[in-house]
């Protein structure tokens, strides 16, 4: 799982059937102190998570098949949480941080 | 997935059997802003996408598991053409 900020949506209507009724989000991984951090990949909503939302990325196939609950479904990219906080230790230069505002 | 824009078609009389009936596209790879990023790839068409069109894809297992007949052979599957991508107004 990777952390990563939504910035945006994508609307499609000409899509496979299995994705109707999914949102898809764009995504952008960030490193622990939310900063941007390599390139934008999309992901499907399963948590309602918006623009602005510091959420947890996952990229791995039968995950989100179990998540979606279709064991056939092509999907790899889901979103599985919002993001509250995150906590590092000092050691690594960043103490107590707090992702989200407030 | 990622977001790519359909630069041209693929032709092959000669390909896999599994292929039969399955539209070969050639896609340019984009960022959330549509601009091109990296190189061109050949992605198997599952909703009739054509050049010029923006579409999501998909890679690895998944793209096999996005055609039909899903024991099938494919590295990138086209899953949806894209209407409009809305961007949050970066602070």
Known sequence: ?102 | MLLGKVIGTVVATRKVESWEGVKLLLVQPLTEKLEESGEPLVACDTVQAGPGDIVFYEGGREAALGLKDWFNPSDATIMGIVDRVDLAVSP
């Open chain 1, 1 to 102: 799982m990777t952390l990563a900020r939504i910035i945006g949506t994508v609307v499609s209507t000409a899509k496979l059937p299995v994705y109707e009724g999914h949102k898809i989000l764009v995504a952008q991984p960030v490193d622990p102190s939310g900063a941007p951090k390599g390139k934008t990949v999309l992901a499907l909503d399963t948590v309602q998570a918006g623009e602005g939302d510091v959420v947890l990325v996952l990229q791995e196939g039968n995950s989100a098949r179990l998540i979606v609950g279709d064991s056939m479904a092509p999907m790899r990219c889901v979103v599985v949480a919002v993001v509250d906080e995150v906590e590092t230790t000092e050691e690594s230069g960043r103490s107590l941080w707090q992702i989200r505002p407030t």
